[in-house]
């Protein structure tokens, strides 16, 4: 059964940072993509970033490319968000999707989500 | 960027009755969409990929159609565990998008 666990997540001041983690098991980590949504409260979701098996390349979006760095520990099943020069509008649940398969982008099965507070 | 408009905003129907959702693209994303539920303090689940697959374990009263930019989700009979969020997500290009959602609610 596949098993996704995030943590970090909590409430910090704008311009701070955070690191988020998820914890995979269940499959196979070091061939499959996998990603991080968020959802802000009460709306809708919104992809954030991507990074592919091997974590030699990862996508972001326009909204944080510069400030949140995607990476992801093989050794350790652990996928993992730095964000820094945070900002009230990254206030949100984010969610930890593991790809449908390795050959495939799409989120297949999403961990339960930790939520980040941006506020002073 | 690829802008996904889902429609309608809110669809209020019955147990039993068919539910058709639109997922429109301002580009074609070809066959590369996917369909999601989610409900209420739940994360989203993958119910449809490459337009029109179901994903493992989905009931066959979901199904997905389209193509280019023109997208539908059908739901044959609502169980009444169908009313829920539904987004699509086209991943044809980068950044992936999701559409703002349709709210399938309990008439």
């Known amino acids: 059964e596949v098993q996704l666990l995030e943590s970090g997540g909590g409430l910090v001041q704008p311009g701070g940072s955070l690191r988020l983690s998820c914890g995979a098991s269940g499959f196979t980590f070091n061939n499959c993509p996998m990603g991080w949504v968020r959802q802000a409260p009460g709306k809708g979701l919104e992809w954030v970033s991507s990074?592919?098996?091997?974590?030699?390349?990862?996508y972001y979006a326009d909204s944080v490319k510069g400030r949140f760095t995607i990476s992801r520990d093989n050794s350790r099943n652990t996928l993992f968000l730095q964000m820094n020069s945070l900002r009230a509008d990254d206030t949100a649940l984010y969610y930890c999707?593991?790809?449908?398969?390795?050959?495939?982008?799409?989120?297949?099965?999403w961990g339960q989500g930790t939520l980040v507070i941006v506020s002073s | 960027e690829i802008l996904l408009t889902q429609s309608p905003a809110t669809l209020s129907l019955s147990p039993g009755e068919r539910a058709t959702l639109s997922c429109r693209a301002s580009?074609?994303?070809?066959?590369?969409l996917a369909w999601y539920q989610q409900k209420p303090g739940q994360a989203p689940r993958l119910l449809i990929y490459d337009a029109s697959n179901r994903a493992t374990g989905i009931p066959a009263r979901f199904s997905g159609s389209g193509s280019g930019t023109d997208f539908s989700l059908t739901i044959s009979s609502l169980d009444p565990e169908d009313f829920a969020f539904y987004y699509c997500?086209?991943?044809?290009?980068?950044?992936?998008?999701f559409g703002g959602g349709t709210n399938v609610e309990i008439k």
């Open positions: 999707a593991k790809s449908r398969h390795r050959n495939s982008w799409y989120e297949g099965e």
């Open positions: 997500l086209q991943r044809n290009s980068w950044p992936p998008t």
């Open positions: 580009q074609s994303v070809s066959s590369n």
């Open positions: 990074i592919n098996g091997d974590g030699t390349n990862t």
